[in-house]
C-alpha cells in the first residue's frame, strides 16, 4: 500500500500570497523500502531534513498552508527533476550530458545519502524509478503548482518559501576565517528566482528574529526554486536553510534542548514573511 505523498496543513483561511513547502523532511519510511536499504534507520535518515516541517508548523497559524513531503528523500527526491535518472542506479537509463547532481548519486532516485553513502547494493528497475515518480514526485508538485495559483488567484502573486536544513560541516568555508558562520542561508539563485524586494525582506525577518544570514552560498537553489521561481511573473521562490546544528545533535538525528527556542524564533520569522504576502504590504519593489 502507498503512503501518503503529501501531507498538507491547511489554514483556516488563507490571507497571504506566501506557500511554505518542505520537500526532505519526509519520514515515512516504508518497511519494503528499509528492508532492501543496506542502511540502517538513522543513517538512512541523513539526507533528511529532520524536524524542519516541525519548525514551520505555524505557517498555517499566520494565513500560510504548509506542503511537507511524505516519501523520505532517500526514496524520492522532490527537489529534483523527473529527468533526472542515475544511470548507474536505474536499470536501462542512457547516460546524457554530465550532470553534477547525478554524478554524486543525488538524482531524483538517490543512490546515495549523506557522505556518499550507498543505500543498496545493485540497481533499481526503471519501472521501479517511475512509479516512485509517479506516485509520490507528480503529486508532490502537482500540489504545490495548485497552492502558488490559488496563491495568483487570491493576491495576484505567489511567495514560495522552500524550506530546508544543511549540515553544520557545510559551512566551513562560509564567512570571515575563524569567524561566526550563518545559521541560514537563503537562496534565490542570484537574483534568478525572487525579487530584490522579496528576498531583502525574507532576509530582514530572518535578522531580525536574531539568525545570522547568508546568501547563495554555499546553496543557491535547486530545481524547486529553478522551476517556480518567476519573478517577472509575480511568483517569487526562496529557498531556505538552517544548519541543523542550532536544533539538533546531527549524529543522533534528535532534537536538542534548543529545538523550542529555535522553533519559536522561526515562528516569528514566518509571521514576517507571511506579511510580505499580504496584498496591501506588498513591497513595491518586489514588482
Given at each position: 500500500m502507498s503512503l501518503a505523498p503529501y501531507h498538507l496543513h491547511s489554514p483556516a483561511s488563507r490571507t497571504t500570497a506566501a506557500v511554505f513547502a518542505s520537500p526532505h523532511s519526509g519520514r515515512d519510511y516504508s518497511a519494503a523500502f528499509l528492508a532492501r536499504?543496506?542502511?540502517?534507520e538513522r543513517e538512512i535518515r541523513s539526507s533528511e531534513d529532520a524536524y524542519i516541517d516541525r519548525l514551520f508548523d505555524s505557517a498555517p497559524?499566520?494565513?500560510?498552508p504548509l506542503l511537507v513531503a511524505g516519501a523520505p528523500r532517500a526514496y524520492v527526491d522532490l527537489n529534483r527533476a523527473a529527468e533526472e535518472l542515475d544511470p548507474a542506479l536505474i536499470e536501462g537509463v542512457r547516460r546524457a550530458a554530465h550532470n553534477p547532481r547525478i554524478a554524486s548519486g543525488l538524482g531524483v532516485i538517490p543512490?546515495?545519502?549523506a557522505n556518499g553513502r550507498a543505500i543498496y547494493s545493485g540497481k533499481l528497475p526503471l519501472e521501479e524509478a517511475r512509479r516512485r515518480i509517479s506516485d509520490y514526485w507528480r503529486p508532490y508538485h502537482a500540489a504545490l503548482r495548485e497552492l502558488l495559483d490559488e496563491s495568483h488567484r487570491l493576491f495576484g502573486r505567489a511567495i514560495l518559501v522552500d524550506c530546508h536544513s544543511m549540515p553544520h560541516e557545510a559551512l566551513e568555508n562560509v564567512g570571515p576565517a575563524n569567524g561566526p558562520r550563518p545559521d541560514v542561508v537563503l537562496g534565490d539563485r542570484f537574483g534568478a528566482a525572487a525579487s530584490a524586494g522579496v528576498i531583502e525582506r525574507i532576509e530582514a525577518a530572518f535578522s531580525g528574529a536574531g539568525f545570522r544570514v547568508a546568501r547563495n552560498m554555499p546553496f543557491a537553489g535547486a530545481y524547486i526554486t529553478q522551476a517556480y521561481g518567476r519573478p517577472s511573473r509575480r511568483q517569487h521562490a526562496v529557498q531556505v536553510e538552517i544548519d541543523r546544528s542550532i536544533y539538533m545533535d546531527e549524529a543522533t538525528i534528535e532534537p536538542k534542548a534548543e529545538f523550542e527556542d529555535v522553533r519559536a524564533a522561526l515562528g516569528s520569522v514566518v509571521a514576517?514573511?507571511?506579511a510580505i504576502g499580504r496584498a496591501d504590504e506588498m513591497p513595491v519593489a518586489a514588482e
Open positions: 536499504a543496506m542502511l540502517n497559524d499566520h494565513g500560510a543512490r546515495v545519502v514576517e514573511i507571511a
